[in-house]
């Protein structure tokens, strides 16, 4: 991969972040068995990459992509793929390129450690989950030249899960987004708007202005 694909890509998943963090797009929730139908090879990299970051259960027996590490909810179960397929968003035609990266990495890991990886899966998704850990963990490190890369791909992993960032968030508190539940994110009111009789501070840090809107927002 060149340094003009390398920005470019960077370019593109930093577009998508900085989306997500203003306001999120709306997409519909979908099962994991509607997901996991049309699953390419780029996909189930992504999906495995973002299992290993946030592990969860096994979405059905047999399961290769979601290593089942844990029992709970994870990252692939968050949505995470509405993220990076979105339409609505820049990465699409760059995640072959992405996924090729990783799975490149893949395959000189396993090399240097005598790996035996099936040749009917992608490589990453060959690799056990402590092996894919081990090869997450390094590309992170300051001397990895796609480091940027994989930290704002990891920035959008953590989004799906945490917030639900990939969907409206009224519409994921009512379908029960599996990352909201588990972290116990609160329903909102009648009203469908979240108020908090609790400040950060223990009191409020300022009167609310006369002018401000209904919306919340300054005249």
Request: proline letters at 9%; aromatic letters at 8%.
């Amino acid at each position: 991969m060149t340094g003009h694909d390398r920005r470019a890509i960077l370019k593109a998943m930093t577009s998508a972040f900085a989306t997500l963090v203003a306001g999120g797009i709306a997409v519909s929730l979908v099962t994991a068995a509607e997901a996991t139908a049309a699953e390419s090879w780029p996909v189930q990299t992504l999906l495995a990459f973002a299992d290993t970051l946030i592990p969860g259960a096994r979405r059905f027996p047999g399961d290769v992509v979601v290593a089942g590490a844990v029992t709970g909810p994870g990252a692939v179960q968050a949505g995470v793929i509405d993220i990076l397929t979105s339409p609505q968003l820049p990465l699409a035609p760059l995640l072959p390129s992405i996924a090729a990266l990783l799975d490149a990495r893949a395959v000189a890991y396993a090399a240097a450690r005598l790996i035996w990886l099936p040749p009917l899966r992608p490589p990453f998704v060959g690799l056990s989950f402590s092996h894919r850990t081990a090869l997450v963990g390094g590309l992170f490190g300051p001397d990895d030249v796609d480091w940027a890369l994989w930290q704002v791909l990891s920035l959008l992993v953590g989004l799906a899960f945490d917030t639900a960032g990939q969907y409206d968030t009224g519409q994921a508190v009512t379908q029960k987004h599996p990352g909201l539940v588990w972290l116990g994110f609160p329903e909102p009111g009648l009203d469908g708007l979240w108020r908090f009789t609790d400040f950060s501070y223990g009191r409020p840090l300022a009167a609310l202005h006369p002018d401000t809107t209904a919306s919340g927002s300054p005249a």
